[in-house]
């Protein structure tokens, strides 16, 4: 099983030059791009490296050229290289020439690179020469592995990637940080995957909890876990409501970092995420089919659960609270009906129309819980809703929320690689939320726009003067189909990496 400090990832080295000694068990992973335009039969060309001398070079092109490998985005080719001091050369390539590649297309580079290294235990690379950290994040999450209930029989047998060379000219402390954070950022990424991918049957609300506070714990921040008990006393009406239905009580989980300097104004940002551990529907229960995906409905719990240990470890100067509820939404004779009226933590009445549409009351509780610690921004996230799928696809989180904010976040998702796209949110939805017996309903009467009338309902438990938004992850959360880049089947880690942008950007400027 996973251990309680998170993901343990490969470890990263920065070196100026190649390893002295030949090791056949290690890959030197180069860039090329095409030869001509993208769709030319051209062969790959090696890109120029400070690393590689003309020989190397020559003797890499000369194998590249033998095959008629092509240096499309993403395409791979492995060949020897005798003169070079590792036991194979892994070229991949990132497309036409040009002057300068995003980030993204470095990282998936490197991703698609490392998943296809069964076996390899060292790389080294030269992706690092073209954005560093970039390339470490690539490596580190496109060898990403889940086999924790893989029994001997079917375990792979093959050694895990544990150590990473990058490449560059300048190995000062600048550069070594810039590493060490990148590598912190992918082990966050994949702490959260681990969540993710562990199924129900051992990762239910008691043991969420006690996983998360063993991070914590591990990361020096204070944490506090409320039971069933402590929440039904005081009021967590949504989270009460929702775990009714399972054998497996409630929780919610608060996580504090304190990294603001005294005497320093310094912004104090909450975080919330769903944890449902497994979401049946409840009484209004889902379809069998791919049910067992909502293992993942506590995508966002996971991520911010990474995000603020992240935020210690990285020693951000400022504080951030995580307020995390974890329930497990189940179909039983205790659990809540359809019709029935709930009273959220804060006062706000609600009647349950829709059993299935559950994150948004335990959310509406962490909402209100986190504002009375008085933070200047909130930023949750969720598996919310099936029409952010609809609207999006599986590959972009809705964001919504108060819209400075809303825009900050979404544009600083698309530099990272998450793709967050700014949403609406209509005044004229909450006409939609209207209940004829309690303050509010839990859904719309009608089957338009569900992701703005879910962030519509979330909206009225935000606080007065909290800039606020919210990251809906539903379908990007969990990869459904197959591999691609640096992302695997399963549980993905987004958006994990754009909240710690964010945390890092209000760090810098308020």
Known sequence: MSTPAGYQSPAVTVASTLPKRKVESSVLIVPVVTGGDENSDAT???LASPYLDAEAISEVQGALDALGAKG????????????????????????????????????????????????????????SDLDLEAAVE???????????????????????????????????????????????????????????NTPPSHLFPAEFAQRAKALGDAAGIDVEVLDDKTLAKQGFGGIVGVGKGSSRPPQLVRLTHRGAKKNKKSKKVALVGKGITFDTGGISIKPAANMHHMTSDMGGAAAVIATVVLAARRQLPID??????????????????????????GG???????????????????????????????????????????ALGAR??????????????????????????AMPL??????????????????????YAGMLVAGTYLREFVAEGVQWAHIDVAAPAYNSGGPW????????GVPTRTMFAVLEDIAVNG
């Not at 995580?322 to 709930?342: F, K, Y």
């Not at 509406?364 to 921004?377: G, K, S």
């Not at 209509?426 to 089957?447: C, I, Y």
């Open 348 to 390: 706000i009445t609600v009647e349950v129309l829709n059993t299935d549409a559950e994150g948004r009351l335990i959310l509406a509780d962490a909402i209100v819980r986190a504002c009375e610690d008085q933070p200047d921004y909130l930023i949750e996230t969720s598996t919310l809703t099936g029409a952010q799928t609809v």
């Open 72 to 127: 499309g985005a993403e395409q791979l080719t492995r060949v020897v290289a005798p003169s070079l001091p590792v036991g194979s050369v892994l070229a991949v390539g990132l497309g036409k020439s040009r002057d300068s590649w995003p980030a993204e297309t470095i990282r998936r580079a490197a991703g698609v690179a490392a998943r296809s290294l069964s076996g390899v235990e060292n790389v080294v690379t030269t992706l």
């Open 485 to 492: 880049g640096y992302t695997p089947k399963g549980g993905t």
């Open 396 to 421: 972009t989180p809705g964001v919504m929320g108060s819209e400075e904010f809303r825009d900050r976040v979404a544009e600083i998702s698309q530099e990272v690689g998450e793709n967050g796209w």
């Open 138 to 196: 690539g490596l580190i999450l496109g060898a990403y592995r889940f086999s924790d209930f893989r029994s001997a029989k079917t375990a792979p047998k093959d050694a895990r990637l544990r150590k990473i060379t990058v490449l560059t000219p300048d190995t000062k402390s600048a550069t070594k940080d810039a590493a060490a954070r990148a590598e912190a950022v992918a082990t966050a990424v994949a702490t959260a995957r681990d969540f993710v």
């Open 44 to 46: 790959a060309r090696v």
């Open 320 to 345: 951030v609270v995580a307020t995390v509820p974890m329930a497990e939404n189940m179909p039983s004779s205790t659990a809540q009906r359809p019709g029935d009226v709930l009273t959220q933590y």
């Open 426 to 447: 209509p005044e004229e939805l909450k006409d939609d939320l209207k209940s004829t017996v309690a303050d509010l309903a839990n859904v719309s009467g009608s089957r």
